[in-house]
């Protein structure tokens, strides 16, 4: 079996004239890893459906390094788009645009919009510049599993199925970007990422959240995503948790959840005395659990737990992306 050729980030050049030779490659973002082909390229562009196993009906993200790769994407950029692009690029915010006609219908979905971003994660930057074309990239994992935040998850799943990977830092964010569609007369967040609601109001006022038919248009919110092979369960404190763990003695469960206040250390150690043989993490904030969920659903699944234990959060803030990506998982 082919093995998949891990490039080190001071060989970005490397990585560029594989894309630039019709290949593909996974590389570090700000959020998670992705899986970049040339977005002008259909048979490239195909690699990526076939090494993930990912559905035609799926429209994939095109990355861009300079404002000035935009004209050759999207036309009728409105400007309630150009106010979000301003604040907000390069950053985690995807912008779903009117396409350009010389962009493929795989890209799209056969839709007649097309998803936009410009990373602010420099080794991403510099492989787009290099590449001296626009990047489709969908994150760098099989369909349906959590997504990659480290080079070695990427590994896991795609070795042999891709041509590189660049081998970069963990992520920073650990969730995928915010898409909000900016085509219609109202904008509308078809994905919740670390770009929260509360900022794009902010940004340019009241925004609505997708209905099952406008999220056509974003990766990401329609079928199977972000499930380990562990079952995922759902509880709403550590206070009323105990009542639906097994027992001690059974097989290990891991649990994940988010205390920011002086009882995180005592909940920690009450759990790891109760429960010995269980993976735990409880973390001191939302950026760090959003950062972490997707490592430890990896890390449950290599030990080969049949069940992880999440905490829910408050669904406001950063919480609406960790709920989201937390109620997929346990469907």
């Known amino acids: 079996m082919p093995t998949t050729k891990r490039i080190g980030i001071d060989h970005v050049k490397i990585a560029a004239e594989i894309l630039r030779q019709g290949g593909t490659v996974a590389f570090p973002t700000e959020t998670v890893y992705g899986l970049g082909a040339d977005a002008l390229n259909p048979e490239a562009i195909d690699k990526i459906f076939v090494a993930k196993g990912r559905p035609s009906d799926n429209p994939l993200i095109v990355h861009i390094a300079a404002l000035e790769q935009l004209d050759a994407i999207a036309h ?17 915010l995807t912008v779903v645009l009117k396409k350009s006609p010389d962009i493929p219908a795989s890209v799209t979905a056969g839709l007649d919009t097309v998803a936009v971003r410009m990373p602010e994660d420099p080794i991403a930057i510099e492989l787009i510049r290099l590449t001296d074309r626009p990047i489709v990239a969908p994150s760098a994992n099989r369909s349906g599993r959590p997504s990659a935040t480290s080079w070695q998850a990427v590994v896991e799943d795609l070795d042999g ?31 919740h990422g670390a770009i929260t609601q509360e900022m794009i109001q902010a940004c340019i006022g009241n925004v609505s959240t997708a209905t099952s038919d406008a999220q056509r248009r974003s990766p990401g919110t329609r079928h199977r995503h972000y499930q380990p092979r562990a079952r995922v369960v759902l509880f709403k404190d550590f206070l009323t948790l105990d009542p639906v763990l097994p027992d001690p003695a059974e097989i290990p469960v891991g649990i994940i959840g988010c205390r920011d206040d002086s009882d995180r250390a005592e909940i920690q150690n009450r759990l790891q005395k109760r429960y010995p043989h269980a993976e735990i993490k409880i973390c001191r904030s939302m950026d760090e659990y959003a950062n972490s969920l997707f490592e430890f659903f990896r890390h449950c699944d290599s030990l080969k737990l049949q069940t992880i234990f999440c905490q829910q959060v408050d669904s406001s803030g950063l919480g609406r992306a960790i709920m989201d990506r937390l109620t997929r998982a346990s469907q």
Do not use: F, H, M, Q
């Open 76 to 92: 009728a950029v409105t400007p309630l788009a150009k106010n979000l692009i301003e604040r907000y690029w390069p950053g985690p």
């Open 161 to 191: 199925l891709i041509d590189g990977v660049l081998c970069g830092p963990p992520t920073r964010i650990g969730l995928e970007s915010t898409v909000v569609d900016t085509t219609g007369k109202w904008p509308i967040i078809l994905r």
